[in-house]
């Protein structure tokens, strides 16, 4: 198992919440997911390492930026 956090910029609120775990919750091999408006913490679970340019793009798709923290 494999557990790697993005800091995300922008986020405000729940629908921000939702709108980061619909695009990344997407990407292949992703088995779970915790993301906070409030401290802009997007933590993903995987059973392997996930490129993190699929991270950035899906959190881009989803409106926001984001970067590995």
Same mark, same amino acid.
Not at 45 to 59: G, I, R, T, Y
């Given at each position: 198992?494999?557990?790697?956090?993005?800091?995300?910029?922008?986020?405000?609120?729940?629908?921000?919440?939702?709108?980061?775990?619909? #695009? =990344?919750? /997407?990407?292949? *091999? $992703?088995?779970? !997911? #915790? =993301?906070? /408006?409030?401290? *802009? $913490?997007?933590? !993903? #679970?995987?059973?392997?390492?996930?490129?993190?340019?699929?991270?950035?793009?899906?959190?881009?798709?989803?409106?926001?930026?984001?970067?590995?923290?």
């Amino acid at each position: 198992m494999t557990t790697t956090t993005f800091q995300v910029d922008g986020m405000t609120c729940a629908h921000c919440e939702r709108a980061v775990t619909e #695009e =990344v919750t /997407a990407i292949a *091999g $992703v088995t779970g !997911i #915790e =993301v906070s /408006a409030a401290t *802009g $913490v997007l933590t !993903i #679970e995987s059973a392997s390492a996930v490129d993190d340019a699929l991270v950035l793009a899906a959190v881009e798709e989803a409106g926001y930026s984001a970067v590995r923290a």
